[in-house]
């Protein structure tokens, strides 16, 4: 069960992919909650678990998606009633999604049905999840393009995915994924693709629909800039596994994980306040292997504080650090102080 002001709240969730390779543990263990109106921000390298983790709370992976789940996403419906997504039927998962939560893909051109217009796309979602008949279908759409500040809904109702530039494809997928008003919005790098500009004008267009809706925003990122605009808390993930979580203010002013506080080394604006002439560092050393990840704290062969014997061993469990500033390291004491090496 999950405490009455939280929307989602995730345990033990592991994910497993049986792949050709071997077993890869693409999820490890990972917990964490989401309360309504919160944004949280997933962030870590490639192959860290993200989409993956993303995946599964949209009920999109399990034996369908080749993968095997354990562990529960207790999520709370509109209704009030709450329910394990891992124990959903593939009707009820449907229903839930759109109605109760929705995702929006890196690639709009992934999820956009090429031979269909955006009037059929965005109205058919909504037919489906609200029941409305076809006109007010199309005036919800209508209002939505037009909220999204798309300059001609009328002209971009009839047009194709590919007549529209990226970034006006990427406003309509956030049509569709809102057009059923979903208190859980899940963003999987969606601005990657875009330029500043259109990044900079889709995290204002969230904020603004999260601040007219009060839906809950997951945003997926690997830009820690972005992370600070959005605000809220933050998830840093590193092989699987949450190593630190907390407000993104406190997180990234005082990172207690050494790999947290080299991944914020690599920011540059954030490295400019601190220190303009240096150069932008990069993490040493590669992502573990998904199929041979290192024993102890995976993060062990590249950290500059890691102790033989020690983190190459044991399994760092997150601890709290401070007002509720988790972190999964085993020196972080010894770091926080200036007696690690
Ligand atoms: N369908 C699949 N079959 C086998 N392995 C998979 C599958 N999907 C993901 N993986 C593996 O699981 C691990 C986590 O992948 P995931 O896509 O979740 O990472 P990510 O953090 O989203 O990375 P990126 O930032 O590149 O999007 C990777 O090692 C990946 O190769
Ligand atoms: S547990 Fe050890 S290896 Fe892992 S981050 Fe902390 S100091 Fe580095
Ligand atoms: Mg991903």
Redesign the pocket.
């Known amino acids: 069960m999950i405490e009455p002001h939280k929307l989602l709240g995730v345990r033990d969730l592991s994910v497993r ?1 049986a ?1 050709e390779a071997g077993p ?1 543990l ?1 999820v490890d263990r990972v917990s964490f909650d989401i309360a309504r109106g919160e944004t949280l921000a997933l962030v ?10 993303a995946l599964s709370l949209m009920g999109l992976l399990g034996a369908a ?3 095997t789940l354990s562990g529960r996403i207790d999520l709370r419906l509109k209704n009030g009633s709450t329910h394990d997504i891992n124990r959903l039927s593939a009707r009820e998962l449907r229903r839930v999604r759109g109605n109760e939560m929705a995702m929006i893909f890196q690639d709009p051109m992934s999820s956009l049905n090429p031979v269909y217009t955006i009037e059929s796309q965005i109205c058919e979602a909504i037919i489906l999840h609200q029941k409305t008949a076809w006109p007010a279908a199309r005036r919800r759409a209508l209002e939505l393009l037009h909220s999204l500040g798309i300059p001609n809904p009328e002209k971009c109702m009839t047009s194709f995915p590919h007549q529209l530039s990226g970034g006006m494809r990427q406003r309509v997928m956030i049509a569709v994924a809102l057009s059923c008003e979903p208190r859980l919005l899940i963003a999987d ?1 969606p601005t990657t693709a875009l330029d500043v500009t259109i990044q900079a004008q889709i995290i204002e267009l969230l904020k603004r629909v999260q601040s007219w809706t009060g839906m809950a925003i997951l945003f997926i990122t ?1 830009n820690l800039g972005l992370v600070a605009e959005l605000g809220g808390r933050v998830i840093v ?1 590193y092989a ?1 596994r949450v190593v630190e979580q907390g407000k993104v203010a406190e997180v990234f002013s005082h990172p207690c994980m050494p790999y947290t506080q080299a991944l914020l080394r690599s920011l540059p604006r954030l490295r400019r306040a601190r220190a303009p002439r240096q150069r932008l560092q990069a993490i040493p050393g590669n992502v573990p292997s ?1 199929v041979d990840r290192p024993a102890g704290c995976a993060f062990h062969p590249r950290c500059g504080f890691a102790a033989k014997g020690m983190c190459d061993t044991r399994l760092p469990a997150l601890e709290d650090c401070g007002g509720g500033h988790l972190a999964a390291c085993l020196r972080w004491r010894d770091i926080a102080s200036g007696k690690a090496a």
């Open positions: 992919f792949t890869v693409a870590g390298e490639s192959g860290s678990g993200k989409s993956t983790a998606g080749g993968a790098e690997h993930m699987g998904a």
